[in-house]
Nanobody, 117 residues
Framework: QVQLVESGGGLVQPGGSLRLSCAAS????????MGWYLQTPGKQRDLVAR???????NYADSVKGRFTIPRDNAKKTLYLQMNSLKPEDTAVYYC???????????WGQGTQVTVSS
């Protein structure tokens, strides 16, 4: 069973930056699309950034131009570089692999991002 461990969250002021990491166990990390999702209390988990095995990327309109989603297949690690952060980016962020946008694995514990002055 693949395990996903997110890290890198924290408290940051508006306009600041954070880099989230998602470490994945298992030997088949490179063959799947990977994505970052955010969840706020009482709401569903939403996909905000996705990178395919071929490294094509897609972003939600709310983060386009501010976030990037590199992946390092050798390290089995997915990243989310978050720049120009806004208070509305505050959420718990999760990662997962997907097949045709269907998440494949059990969710990790997520990492809390709080944007506040």
């Amino acid at each position: 069973q693949v395990q996903l461990v997110e890290s890198g969250g924290g408290l940051v002021q508006p306009g600041g930056s954070l880099r989230l990491s998602c470490a994945a166990s298992g030997s088949i990390f490179s063959i799947y699309a990977m994505g970052w999702y955010l969840q706020t209390p009482g709401k569903q988990r939403d996909l905000v950034a996705r990178i395919t095995a071929g490294r094509n990327t897609n972003y939600a309109d709310s983060v386009k131009g501010r976030f990037t989603i590199p992946r390092d297949n050798a390290k089995k690690t997915l990243y989310l570089q978050m720049n120009s952060l806004k208070p509305e980016d505050t959420a718990v962020y999760y990662c997962n692999a997907d097949q045709s946008l269907t998440p494949l694995y059990s969710w990790g514990q997520g990492t809390q991002v709080t944007v506040s002055s």
